[in-house]
């Protein structure tokens, strides 16, 4: 998984003080939606955040996939169809991959995205 391998090399990045900043605001604005339950606002938010760790991660094969992350995200998931609980977990899985980020530790980095981008496919994928 692509978010996985972003996540870890963005720890390796000289500038990742400057995307995890704007991690966090994304993260934060995230959470903002959840409360009234705001799905249209909550999206593209959710496309920005894998969007910055695909950006961050500095490796050009990974960013080329940012398109492709964006379509996928609208035809897979649109917005109409995400259900507050797991959106909240959702957000609190970005905020546990912006924290092992932060703390420079990429192995955790990956684990979590990987994690997150599991427990989204397993939700996607039940009969609702």
């Known amino acids: 998984m692509i978010d996985g391998l972003a996540a870890r ?4 990045q000289d500038d990742g ?3 995890l900043e704007r991690l966090q605001v994304l993260v934060d604005a995230q959470r903002a939606t959840l409360d009234p339950w705001d799905p249209e606002t909550y999206q593209p938010l959710n496309v920005e955040f894998h969007g910055t760790i695909l950006e961050a991660s500095g490796n050009e094969y990974l960013t080329d996939h940012t398109a492709l992350l964006q379509m ?3 035809v897979f998931a649109p917005y109409r169809l995400l259900e507050v609980d797991r ?6 899985e970005h905020q546990g ?3 092992a980020i932060g703390r420079g530790d990429g192995a955790a980095a990956e684990r979590v995205a990987r994690e997150h981008i ?5 939700t996607l994928s039940t009969p609702g």
């Open 9 to 12: 090399l963005t720890t390796e």
């Open 17 to 19: 003080a400057r995307h």
């Open 72 to 74: 996928t995200s609208n």
């Open 87 to 92: 959106v909240r977990r959702a957000v609190a």
């Open 97 to 99: 991959i912006v924290d």
């Open 118 to 122: 599991r427990a989204t496919i397993r």
